[in-house]
């Protein structure tokens, strides 16, 4: 089994909708976050959690909220999507102080028409 | 404002020869960094990472940093058409109490039979 996984793993949804995209790991990770990723613009960060009570933006969270709702999941919500919120998006996990590395989920590819 | 920038690319080679990516970061107080493999519509893989000045070598690959120039490169030896991908370099950054990867927007390589 995936060690990070996203559901959706692909939405079309209309301009205006609501839309969740799911995150959940069991690497025992504390550090999550989301990206979108654009062609030409790469990796954007867009919230980042520390741990269960730890919420903080990143360069790009206009449009955009999460919600940590455990250890292992993290939750990304477009509160009314428009169509420039087209993107890939990815959910990534690190380990903790000292490590920095991230580790990627599947992804979520979202289409906003 | 914090960058890892990388030549877009594509970075052409035949099968069999040295593969050589590069990747500068304007942050002096990054730490860390790394270099990710993502194949076209999928999650960026984790690779190698580097810490220390010098060169680090992993199987076919060898990451070089110099932190007085802000200079990082990937080395892939004996280059595979299975390399042709994206790669993405990060580097630690600290904002407001926190660190997080700043990424590149990637290299890509076309490694030709």
């Known amino acids: 089994d995936a060690d990070v996984t996203q559901t959706p793993r692909n939405r079309i949804t209309k301009t205006g909708k609501r839309i969740m995209l799911e995150c959940s790991q069991t690497?025992?990770?504390?550090?999550m976050y989301w990206y979108r990723q654009d062609p030409g613009l790469g990796l954007r960060l867009i919230y980042y959690s520390f741990d269960v009570k730890d919420i903080n933006k990143g360069e790009i969270s206009d449009g955009y909220s999460v919600s940590r709702q455990a250890q292992a999941k993290f939750s990304l919500s477009l509160e009314s999507a428009i169509p420039n919120q087209t993107a890939l998006y990815f959910c990534?996990?690190?380990?903790?102080?000292?490590?920095?590395?991230?580790?990627f989920g599947p992804g979520t590819r979202l289409t906003v028409t | 404002q914090k960058e890892v920038e990388q030549n877009s690319g594509p970075l052409s080679v035949p099968e069999g020869a040295i593969a050589s990516l590069n990747c500068t970061y304007s942050?002096?107080?990054?730490?860390?960094f790394f270099w990710y493999r993502q194949y076209s519509g999928k999650s960026p893989e984790l690779i190698m990472f580097?810490?220390?000045?010098g060169d680090k070598e992993d199987g076919r690959f060898t990451a070089q940093l110099n932190k007085a120039s802000q200079y990082v490169s990937l080395l892939i030896r004996d280059s595979q058409p299975s390399d042709s991908a994206t790669y993405l370099c990060a580097g630690d950054s600290l904002n407001s109490g926190y660190s997080t990867l700043t990424f590149g927007k990637g290299t890509m390589l076309l490694v030709s039979p």
């Open positions: 990534a996990t690190s380990p903790g102080p000292g490590t920095y590395e991230q580790y």
């Open positions: 580097i810490y220390s000045n």
């Open positions: 942050d002096r107080g990054s730490q860390s």
């Open positions: 690497k025992g990770h504390d550090r």
